[in-house]
Nanobody, 115 residues
Framework: VQLVESGGGLVQAGGSLRLSCAAS????????MAWYRQAPGKQRELVAI????????NYADSVKGRFTISRDNAKNTMYLQMNSLKPEDTAVYYC?????????WGQGTQVTVSS
């Protein structure tokens, strides 16, 4: 499975961005997809996850009500709609997929929120 993120950038606090993650390869074997982020000097943290079977989702408390994870199976693409962005959301955002008990990662995309 190969993952390619896009959509990061610089935005003012209160603004919005939409990240995309295009999957290719053995996408039929993907059990779940997720967005993680890593800020400078901090550990990588789970932001949101979507389960392939049933489409259930879960979010980190820090982004609940502001971020929405979704997946377009026809396009093999996952999205993260980020609204009401805060400076503390600044990080490199990584796309993750779990397939056949293995973890796959994208290269990351930078999101910077200015105050």
């Amino acid at each position: 499975v190969q993952l390619v993120e896009s959509g990061g950038g610089l935005v003012q606090a209160g603004g919005s961005l939409r990240l995309s993650c295009a999957a290719s390869g053995s996408t039929f074997s993907i059990n779940a997809m997720a967005w993680y982020r890593q800020a400078p000097g901090k550990q990588r943290e789970l932001v949101a996850i979507i389960i392939s079977a049933g489409g259930s989702t879960n979010y980190a408390d820090s982004v609940k009500g502001r971020f929405t994870i979704s997946r377009d199976n026809a396009k093999n693409t996952m999205y993260l709609q980020m609204n009401s962005l805060k400076p503390e959301d600044t990080a490199v955002y990584y796309c993750n997929a779990v397939a056949a008990w293995q973890n796959y990662w994208g290269q990351g995309t930078q999101v910077t929120v200015s105050s």
